[in-house]
């Protein structure tokens, strides 16, 4: 029950059908480690490699800028917070929202029903070009181009988890040979800023 849940949630179609089953399951490994306390449950989200990773990087780009990145939801004290409530505070996004942010927020944004997307920041103009004249090369094997080819060409939104292959595909058919000059890689700077709104 729980591999057939992970497969709707992350239906990486794109890989072969053994490399999705290991997939699969290393997520479902990495749920079951999850810790039930809440204050375990902190600390264990923010030690996460791709938290960890993710946050330095966002710091790294930020400083050539000339700018300070922060994540306020990460900060020790807010996660402090959250740590000393039971887990039956916890009943979703809006009930954390109204019980911390409702003196901040407008009641459109606390009720919200809808996520925000930014996959459309990887499908403008450029990224479509890129996947339009790529010729499959430069990805691992286990890799379906050919559906992936068709994805980047064709979806309304590019499923995020293809979106490191798609940076891959273009660093490895175009951006590291340098016959890649005038051309910017698959990110749509127009888009990113589209999705931000």
Known sequence: MLLRQL???YEAHWL???LRRELLRRIARLDAKEPLD???YMEYVGGL???RIGHHNLRAISAQYGLRWEAPLFDPSF????AGLPWHAYRGRTEILRRHFCDLLPPEIIERRTKA???RAYLGDSTREFARRWNGRGL???VDADW???HWCTADEIHAGTVLLLHQAWLETEGATGSAAGRVPPTDVAACDRASQ
């Open 7 to 9: 497969e709707r949630d």
């Open 148 to 150: 992936l080819k068709d």
């Open 117 to 119: 997307v930014f996959n």
């Open 38 to 40: 809440t204050r375990a």
């Open 49 to 51: 490699p791709s938290v």
């Open 140 to 142: 691992p094997e286990g």
């Open 79 to 82: 996660l402090g917070a959250l």
């Open 16 to 18: 072969a059908t053994d």
